[in-house]
């Protein structure tokens, strides 16, 4: 069983940066394809990127030049980069871990072990 924490969520104002990270305990998750994925309130959960084992990285459109994706297997940690941050990013953001190698997924339903999820908030 894997378990997954996310944090450094917060309030930032526009234009600003945040760094998200995620660590993963209970087993390694080197050969896992990691996932970062969004909720904004009265919206459905929707893809941001995703980072293989091999470090192939995948992003939604919205996030193009933005956010990037990167993971420490040293440490069993994803992270999230957020630069450019605009309102429209307020979101509940969750990590996600899928252990069927060599998926990358940019489904959820895909994802196997969800974390509990760190909220960013972008004023205007």
């Known amino acids: 069983q894997v378990q997954l924490l996310e944090s450094g969520g917060g309030l930032v104002q526009a234009g600003g940066s945040l760094r998200l990270s995620c660590a993963a305990s209970?087993?390694?998750?080197?050969?896992?394809?990691m996932g970062w994925f969004r909720q904004a309130p009265g919206k459905e959960r929707e893809f941001v990127a995703v980072?293989?084992?091999?470090?192939?990285?995948y992003y939604a459109d919205f996030v193009k030049g933005r956010f990037t994706i990167s993971r420490d297997n040293a440490k069993n940690t994803v992270y999230l980069q957020m630069n450019s941050l605009k309102p429209e990013d307020t979101a509940v953001y969750y990590c996600?871990?899928?252990?069927?190698?060599?998926?990358?997924?940019?489904?959820?339903?895909?994802?196997?072990?969800w974390g509990k999820g760190t909220k960013v908030t972008v004023s205007s």
């Open positions: 980072i293989s084992w091999g470090s192939l990285t």
């Open positions: 209970g087993r390694t998750v080197s050969s896992y394809a």
């Open positions: 996600a871990a899928d252990k069927d190698y060599p998926r990358i997924a940019r489904t959820d339903y895909a994802y196997d072990y």
